[in-house]
């Protein structure tokens, strides 16, 4: 079920990093193969209750599952998930953390926390309010209730369900469409949707000043204006 190991886990933010950092890299898709996107945090290689001593499992959580998925909050480039079967914890929040989700009608997601008697890690109590509200980010904690693909659409935590079949395709279509687009103008809009909802209006709308005078500077701009005063569509090439 992919249930995610450290070294897993370090290639997954090495790779994001990676990506943000080359200017050949367009989009980036997060899927999986077999029955599950990612049961979670695999917990078999991690200290055991006896083991441990104040301050450990802070360290564990702030290194490992917020890590993980701040580096796709903080990827430069779109990042789409591709969510094939069971999304659970740290998996379901890997997904949430993602730009834009696309989902199997068989997908589920679960925050199986409260199962497990603990509170949600990874982000999970940042994320889900700003998707859904406090009221349904605590009905979908407190319960732990398995929540199909159709009814996470309905709730806006999915973009689109598409049937298993079309998944793949789907997801190479939305990051074709992404590649080719302006790369820096995402990754700014990326970063001023990421931070409006932990800022005020006047230090929201400073970023946003400031942003599109770092955007006119990239080719990608000037050839967006170019296109427009030339009646043609426009090529980018990400810088």
Same mark, same amino acid.
Request: net charge neutral; with cysteine.
């Given at each position: 079920?992919?249930?995610?190991? &450290?070294?897993?886990?370090?290639?997954?933010? $090495?790779?994001?990093?990676?990506?943000? #950092?080359? !200017?050949?890299?367009?989009?980036?898709?997060?899927?999986?193969?077999?029955?599950?996107?990612?049961?979670? #945090?695999?917990?078999?290689?991690? !200290?055991?209750?006896?083991?441990?001593?104040?301050?450990?499992?802070?360290?564990?959580?702030?290194?490992? =599952?917020?890590?993980?998925?701040?580096?796709?909050?903080?990827?430069?480039?779109?990042?789409?998930? @591709?969510?094939?079967?069971?999304?659970?914890?740290?998996?379901?929040?890997?997904?949430?953390?993602?730009?834009?989700?696309?989902?199997?009608?068989?997908?589920?997601?679960?925050?199986?926390?409260?199962?497990?008697?603990?509170?949600?890690?990874?982000?999970?109590?940042?994320?889900? !309010?700003?998707?859904?509200?406090?009221?349904?980010?605590?009905?979908?904690?407190?319960?732990?209730?398995?929540?199909? #693909? =159709?009814? $996470?659409?309905?709730?806006?935590?999915?973009?689109?369900?598409?049937?298993?079949?079309?998944?793949?395709?789907?997801?190479?279509? &939305?990051?074709?469409?992404? $590649?080719?687009?302006?790369?820096?103008?995402?990754?700014?809009?990326?970063?001023?949707?990421?931070?409006?909802?932990?800022?005020?209006?006047?230090? @929201?709308?400073? $970023?946003?000043?400031? @942003?599109?005078?770092?955007?006119?500077?990239?080719?990608?701009?000037?050839?967006?204006?170019?296109?427009?005063?030339?009646?043609?569509?426009?090529?980018?090439?990400?810088?």
């Amino acid at each position: 079920m992919n249930a995610v190991t &450290w070294d897993q886990r370090e290639r997954i933010i $090495a790779l994001l990093a990676e990506a943000s #950092a080359d !200017p050949a890299v367009r989009a980036v898709v997060i899927t999986a193969t077999g029955r599950g996107f990612c049961a979670g #945090a695999d917990l078999r290689g991690g !200290p055991q209750s006896g083991d441990r001593v104040p301050g450990d499992v802070t360290r564990m959580i702030r290194r490992g =599952a917020q890590r993980f998925v701040s580096a796709v909050l903080d990827c430069e480039k779109p990042v789409i998930a @591709a969510v094939n079967g069971t999304a659970a914890g740290l998996g379901a929040h890997l997904a949430l953390a993602c730009d834009l989700v696309l989902a199997a009608e068989s997908a589920t997601f679960v925050e199986v926390f409260v199962r497990r008697g603990i509170v949600p890690d990874g982000g999970g109590a940042y994320l889900l !309010p700003r998707l859904v509200g406090p009221q349904r980010a605590k009905e979908l904690m407190f319960f732990g209730d398995t929540l199909p #693909a =159709a009814e $996470a659409r309905a709730m806006g935590l999915v973009n689109r369900v598409v049937p298993a079949e079309d998944l793949e395709k789907t997801a190479r279509t &939305w990051a074709e469409r992404l $590649a080719q687009g302006p790369t820096r103008a995402l990754a700014l809009t990326k970063h001023l949707v990421n931070t409006s909802l932990d800022t005020d209006r006047a230090t @929201a709308f400073a $970023a946003e000043a400031t @942003a599109q005078e770092l955007c006119m500077t990239t080719r990608d701009a000037q050839e967006g204006v170019a296109a427009f005063v030339e009646r043609r569509s426009p090529s980018y090439e990400g810088r």
